[in-house]
């Protein structure tokens, strides 16, 4: 079937671009109705214009070797420059859009014009107000000197983003500045908050005004990036049009009202007698300097200023307004374009514009060259010791960029000289901003990073950004967080917003205490509160949690000893001071006596609490928050995978004793002596030898008393009576023995071999090192430390003797077969993949957490058959490998919920998931995966991931998962994702991260519940009973050699489902939790359904019915249901039938 072509809206866009560009008018043929200006569009048939000769091999004209020369240099492909466009167009407003907001603004316009004048009275007199509206403005002190009444605007201009041109969805604000006449206002008004209380006032006579009007939809007050000196008036069109966009109005002095020398950073305009209502002698020139409180005010004189001078410089560069563009979107991105202290769309501008000016870029530069050039200033450029400023020729009374220093944390000076426009900021948001610009550049030059989707496309909310998250619960308390810090001029400073007044002094403290344990400390920046006409301006307390997030170091930040400096030295008493009553002087092996704080902590996954506990210990001492206002979110998620219940671990500790043990065994190995081959490598084939099975397999005392021998090799068999023992985990390890001529040439004569070897090795072990031994022609298992190791003897040349056989003729042909894959992978490609995800958490120490967490999930939601134990080791090591635009997770917690985001939102039908194992894959590599893929994608599994090893086949995923299955796994991976992130970062909903865990049934047709004394793995589940049973095991130290040996591998649940799928695969599928699971659900394959012609080879499990003279069968249902019940007897408890898709 063809595909609809578009319809085609500009005539010009079938004609080659060159036509447009080029001065010289080039002849075409051009169908009738584009000669006439065209007849109706409908009608209208588009021809491809036909070139002469001549014009078909002109030579490319100027400008398109610029662009040819500028896809080449600047793109890794001509992809992301076109991505580059096609967003641009995304966010540009449309025409329609324009005529919209220039009509409302007019009519806006018209109305504000015809505001009543109001008589004259004191600023504290509300009386002129209707009841309804209120004035939006904390009046804290109650009163202030002045008078105050309403009269028309002396102008209404638009200023911001809208007329520059760099206004862009998806939130779509216009600015618009009225100009209170000159009257209203006293020259003396910037002290004591008199001009912003009028500011207030002259915003709430324009609300009422506007309230009576039709022609304006919904109204509220905001504050311009949660400053509450700086009022807005938000207003929005009415009827349908309500959410396309947002009117902003400012209120603002005359031009020039106020001079900008009362603004110097040191100078003070809010005294301290009236601020606090008691007596004091202090002169003017004593008072505190109020640089904030200055800033805010003198913001208000300027907006004009500063369009004219950004139209000025832009005018000049043509791709400015999609520079800005671009920057706005990789900062909304990032979260941080909004809210106090952001670097917002204006910042970004200006930034842009300081470029400009400073010849760091040319206006000839495209948007893609302004956005790499601004992040490479921002990460290059530390505007918190070293501001910048874009006064050329400031006046004589502006401030030095020294006394700018002085009084704020990041420093950016307007044209005028006088404004720091980033005197909100803190220099964690700048930091932040840096980090992030840094990590931009370090993977935009990456051609085996997809760019642009990293760039620009893809969000990073604190909590899958930052390891460590934590939040301060109840604000109100950093009011004594003031008074513990002495905070009373800052607290001025800031007109009484106890938040942000104390945010500064917390974030220091908390830099100083976390140290080198951390490479980045971030906050939330508190949203602009949004409040309606009729209702009082919100309490400072009044605003979500402030969020923490910490970028940790992992090497450092789980150490429990925090080392000071020596007793006689004079910092000894700066450190006491720091950390109070948990300092102590300590002697070291060293020899040294230095002060020392010693943190809580055995395990890994409590010493991952180290930074929780410095912080709460800190904001405890130094600023009066309470631990219990600290909500500490960085390893909630650890809960499902905890054991152990003296000292609770996640598994770092147990994989770790495993693995000790396996290089134990292997040293005994390699030294063995009398067999007949010598051995080549011994490898490790088991996700507890990588550190990723996500319960490792712990050393087990074997109580005898709950066992019986079996006759002739004296294994420990379990009592009948008894419930199922614990399960023991074969790991499984490969032993390659050398090449040699005597090994044969026949598939079966080599497996006689092996078991030979197997017998050997067991023999020699057991006279060496007296370990019980068991050998089977298969492998050989050996009990050692309380764990059981299964040796699998392998020979290199056996797969190739596999695919070998000799036809009719008796030629040798060489034919590939699922036997010799089989043998591959598990001799060879298993045990690689084992070392090499072994290094990988040799190099990031959570990974082994992340995995096991991956898996648990993956268990829990019934998809282990599915996505393999290997599968989902790969899937993870790609988070670590590629993480951009994130960096390496650092924590358990971070990196499953970046788990759950690839599986929600990758694109596996386009794209191959490449997993740079060792870093062996170059671009070319890179650029070859993607094409072979693209060219046979339709006989390539659904989820298709290459390895250096594997660059074709995805042999990890060839079996499974299905396409139905890969769609359930992605839209529950979404799901659990929403319900996690909106769990941890909002304290108010239910906190119970155990519900991402709880598979949802009602989809499944019937449900096997199974007898929980029969489940080995019943304490790995997701709810453990609170019954638990006897398994044979005993507390206490493990031999390290002798005893009998265990029954191996014995899990009736795996069985059972085994038998299952052998028996009835063709019908249904059967999906069981292993670990713990006491549910096994079955779903019925709906094309086993359909009525088939009676055969007497297909009557298992179904029932012939008769109609007519035709003879069909179906599946017997209630057979099969009674067949469930009879194949697990004593396993399982009851069958529940949940559909009526059948009929008994």
């Known amino acids: 079937m063809k595909k609809k072509q578009p319809v085609v809206e500009d005539t010009g866009e079938m004609i ?600 709460t210990h800190l904001l405890q001492l130094h600023a009066d928050v309470p631990e219990s206002c600290v909500r500490y979110v960085g390893v909630k998620l650890d809960d499902v995978i905890i054991t152990g219940s003296e000292v609770p671990s996640t598994g770092e500790e147990e994989s770790l004793r495993v693995v000790q043990s396996y290089d134990d065994l292997s040293r005994k190995l390699w030294r063995l002596e009398g067999l007949p081959l010598s051995i080549t490598a011994v490898q490790g084939a088991h996700p507890a030898l990588r550190y990723t099975q996500v319960f490792p397999p712990l050393p087990l005392k074997l109580d005898y008393s709950f066992f019986v021998r079996e006759k002739i090799s004296r294994s420990l068999v379990p009592k009948e009576d008894k419930p199922c023992p614990a399960y023991v985990t074969p790991i499984t390890v490969i032993c390659h023995m050398e090449g040699s001529g005597k090994w044969p040439h026949d598939r079966l004569a080599i497996r006689h071999i092996r078991a030979a070897f197997h017998i050997r090795l067991g023999e020699l072990l057991k006279k060496h090192h007296n370990y019980p031994c068991k050998p089977c022609p298969t492998h050989l298992d050996v009990w050692k430390d309380g764990l059981l190791f299964r040796i699998q003897v392998a020979y290199h040349r056996e797969p190739q003797v596999l695919r070998e056989s000799v036809n009719a003729e008796g030629l040798l042909v060489v034919r590939d077969n699922e036997e010799a894959q089989a043998l591959e992978m598990a001799t060879i490609h298993k045990p690689l993949l084992t070392s090499t995800l072994h290094g990988l958490q040799q190099q990031h120490q959570c990974f082994g957490a992340v995995c096991r967490l991956a898996k648990r999930w993956l268990g829990a939601q019934l998809f282990s058959e599915d996505i393999t134990e290997d599968t989902a080791d790969l899937l993870v090591a790609s988070l670590f490998l590629q993480p951009a635009p994130f960096t390496p997770p650092g924590s358990p917690q971070v990196g499953f919920l970046r788990f759950l985001r690839l599986l929600a939102s990758f694109d596996w039908r386009n794209t191959p998931l490449i997993v740079n194992l060792n870093n062996q894959l170059t671009a070319v590599d890179y650029t070859e995966i993607k094409n072979d893929f693209m060219a046979s994608r339709e006989s390539l599994p659904v989820m298709f991931i290459a390895t250096p090893k594997d660059k074709k086949l995805s042999m990890w995923t060839k079996r499974a998962p299905s396409v139905q299955m890969l769609h359930r796994v992605v839209m529950l991976a979404a799901e659990s994702l929403k319900v996690l992130e909106h769990q941890l970062m909002d304290g108010g909903q239910m906190q119970d991260v155990r519900v991402v865990m709880r598979p949802p049934l009602d989809a499944y047709d019937v449900l096997i519940h199974l007898n929980p004394k029969q489940v080995p793995l019943l304490s790995q589940a997701v709810d453990p009973p609170a019954v638990t049973f006897s398994r044979g095991i005993m507390d206490g130290n493990v031999a390290h050699s002798g005893g009998a040996m265990p029954v191996v591998d014995y899990n009736p649940v795996s069985l059972y489902l085994a038998e299952l799928r052998d028996s009835f695969g063709d019908l249904a599928l059967f999906f069981c939790d292993p670990y713990g699971g006491t549910v096994i659900a079955v779903l019925w394959n709906p094309k086993a359904f359909i009525p088939l012609p009676f055969k007497t080879s297909q009557v298992s499990a179904r029932c012939v019915e008769v109609t007519g003279e035709e003879a069909k069968t179906v599946p017997n249902v209630e057979a099969i249901l009674e067949d469930f019940r009879n194949m697990g007897k004593g396993l399982v408890k009851s069958v529940e039938a949940r559909t009526e898709k059948w009929s008994f």
């Not at 779509?172 to 209170?180: E, F, H, K, S, Y």
């Not at 760091?360 to 921002?378: C, H, P």
């Open 16 to 615: 080659p671009s060159h036509e447009e560009e080029d001065e010289a008018p080039v002849k075409a043929k051009r169908s009738k109705h584009e000669q006439a200006g065209g007849g109706g569009e409908e009608e209208m048939v588009y021809h491809p214009v036909k070139l002469s000769r001549s014009d078909l091999y002109r030579p490319p004209s100027a400008e398109e070797l610029n662009q040819l020369k500028e896809a080449e240099s600047l793109f890794h492909c001509s992809l992301l420059k076109m991505q580059m466009e096609e967003l641009l167009k995304e966010v540009a407003l449309s025409e329609r859009r324009k005529q919209q907001i220039d009509s409302f603004i007019q009519t806006v316009t018209e109305l504000l014009q015809a505001v009543p004048d109001s008589p004259e009275v004191e600023v504290s007199d509300l009386s002129w107000l209707s009841g309804a509206v209120k004035v939006p403005f904390l009046l804290v002190p109650k009163t202030t000197k002045g008078k105050f009444h309403m009269a028309p605007p002396a102008s209404v201009d638009l200023i911001g983003s809208y007329p520059l041109g760099t206004c862009t969805k998806p939130r779509v604000t216009v600015d618009l500045a009225v100009t209170i006449p000159a009257d209203v206002l006293h020259p003396k008004d910037v002290v004591n908050q008199r001009y912003p209380r009028k500011r207030a006032l002259y915003l709430a006579g324009l609300a009422q005004h506007l309230t009576s009007s039709s022609d304006i939809g919904a109204m509220s007050y905001s504050c311009l990036h949660g400053n509450r000196l700086r009022p807005v008036l938000l207003l929005t069109p009415p009827g349908k049009e309500s959410s396309s966009f947002t009117v902003r109005v400012h209120a603002c002095p005359p031009p020039g009202f106020f001079k900008p020398s009362r603004f110097h950073p040191q100078r003070n305009n809010v005294r301290t007698e009236w601020y606090t209502g008691l007596q004091t002698s202090m002169s003017e020139g004593s008072e505190p300097p109020t640089p904030h409180y200055n800033s805010s005010v003198l913001g208000d004189l300027l907006p004009r200023a500063h369009l004219q001078f950004l139209s000025a410089v832009s005018s000049q560069c043509s791709a400015f307004a999609d520079g800005v563009a671009l920057l706005k979107v990789w900062l909304r991105q990032r979260e941080l374009d909004q809210g106090t202290g952001c670097f917002n769309g204006f910042l970004a501008s200006m930034l842009l514009t300081y470029l400009l000016t400073t010849h760091r870029i040319s206006n000839t530069m495209t948007a893609y060259q302004l956005l790499r050039n601004s992040l490479n200033f921002l990460a290059t450029t530390d505007l918190t010791v070293n501001g910048i400023s874009l006064a050329r020729d400031p006046d004589c009374t502006a401030p030095a960029l020294a006394e700018f220093h002085s009084a704020f944390q990041v420093v950016f000076v307007d044209p005028s000289g006088h404004l720091n426009m980033c005197a909100d900021m803190t220099a964690c948001t700048y930091k932040q901003l840096q980090h992030e610009a840094s990590v931009s550049m370090q993977f935009w030059d990456d051609p085996t990073v997809d760019g642009f989707h990293s760039l620009l496309m893809t969000p990073k909310p604190m909590i899958r950004t930052s390891d460590h998250v934590f939040q301060l619960c109840e604000l109100v308390k950093l009011q004594s967080s003031c008074k513990k810090l002495n905070l009373l001029s800052e607290l001025m400073d800031h007109s009484g917003n106890y938040v942000h007044t104390a945010l500064p002094f917390i974030l220091s403290l908390l830099q100083r205490g976390l140290g080198e344990r951390i490479h980045l400390l971030t906050h939330s920046l508190s949203p602009d509160p949004e409040w309606s006409v009729e209702s009082e301006a919100p309490k400072h307390k009044a605003q979500p949690p402030l969020s923490f997030g910490l970028l940790l170091k992992p090497e450092l930040a789980t150490s429990v000893l925090e080392r000071g400096p020596p007793a006689d030295s004079p910092k000894a008493a700066e450190f006491r001071e720091l950390w109070g009553s948990r300092s102590e002087l300590r002697r070291f092996q060293d020899g040294g006596i230095t002060e020392a704080v010693l943190w809580d902590g055995q395990s890994m996954c409590q010493k991952q609490l180290v930074p929780k506990q410095i912080i």
